[in-house]
């Protein structure tokens, strides 16, 4: 069975700020995705990141970074200088490579909130 | 629309009764997935389409819920004899083709049973 675990459901910080979500993750599969989702308050999941197993290199993308560490099963996201339109929940998900239909398991979400 | 649309975007229904959610996905896309989002809680997956048929619907709670999509493009996902525990933000995402691509998400309708 596949599993994902955000132990931190909420967190906040004030603006400038970095912030780091934690993702840990448990599967039997040798080869998968890991994904993160941000939901704002309009409700829509929005793609962020898409990360395959077999490729541990950790990713920048302007202010957002992820870390990937296969030993240990996390895929944690990092927010650098954090601005309030960071407010969101983020989740975090795992998919079969292998599945066809990629069905997403999703964790429970962290809730980010950025104060001015 | 270019993204995916889900109508409609608040349904509040009484204990027992009927209830259809309409996702209308992006347009091309092959590929559909039903979510339910319990409050506070990640998405759930119930059943996802490859086309016409349901690929996989092992995510279903019960017999009270059912999908159809039997154009390829649109999906009603059917909910009978509604339950309190059924209130929830249900989800719909897209995408093109099979593997592991981008999925493209709705705003959701939320159901609330009372």
């Known amino acids: 069975a596949q599993k994902v675990t955000q132990a931190q459901t909420e967190i906040s910080v004030v603006e400038k700020e970095d912030v780091t979500l934690d993702c840990v993750y448990e599967?039997?599969?040798?080869?998968?995705?890991l994904f993160w989702y941000k939901q704002p308050p309009s409700g829509e999941l929005v793609f962020l990141i898409r990360?395959?197993?077999?490729?541990?290199q950790n990713e920048i993308s302007g202010r957002y970074s992820w870390n990937f560490q296969k030993s240990t099963s996390s895929f944690n996201f990092t927010i650098t200088a954090s601005q309030v339109v960071d407010s969101a929940v983020y989740f975090c998900?795992?998919?079969?490579?292998?599945?066809?239909?990629?069905?997403?398991?999703f964790g429970g979400g962290t809730r980010l909130m950025v104060k001015p | 629309g270019a993204g995916v649309s889900q109508t409609p975007s608040n349904k509040v229904t009484e204990k027992g009764k009927y209830v259809e959610l309409r996702c209308d996905p992006i347009s091309g896309h092959t590929a559909l997935y039903w979510y339910r989002q319990s409050l506070g809680q990640g998405p759930e997956f119930l059943i996802y389409f490859q086309g016409t048929g349901a690929a996989d619907d092992s995510g279903l709670p019960n017999d009270r819920f059912f999908a159809v999509r039997p154009e390829g493009s649109v999906s009603t996902l059917k909910i009978q004899r509604t339950e309190r525990g059924d209130s929830a933000v249900y989800l719909c995402?897209?995408?093109?083709?099979?593997?592991?691509?981008?999925?493209?998400f709705g705003e959701g309708s939320r159901l609330t049973v009372l």
């Open positions: 998900a795992l998919g079969g490579f292998y599945n066809a239909g990629n069905m997403l398991t």
């Open positions: 599967t039997r599969d040798t080869t998968y995705y």
């Open positions: 990360r395959n197993s077999f490729d541990e």
């Open positions: 995402a897209s995408r093109s083709g099979a593997g592991a691509g981008e999925l493209f």
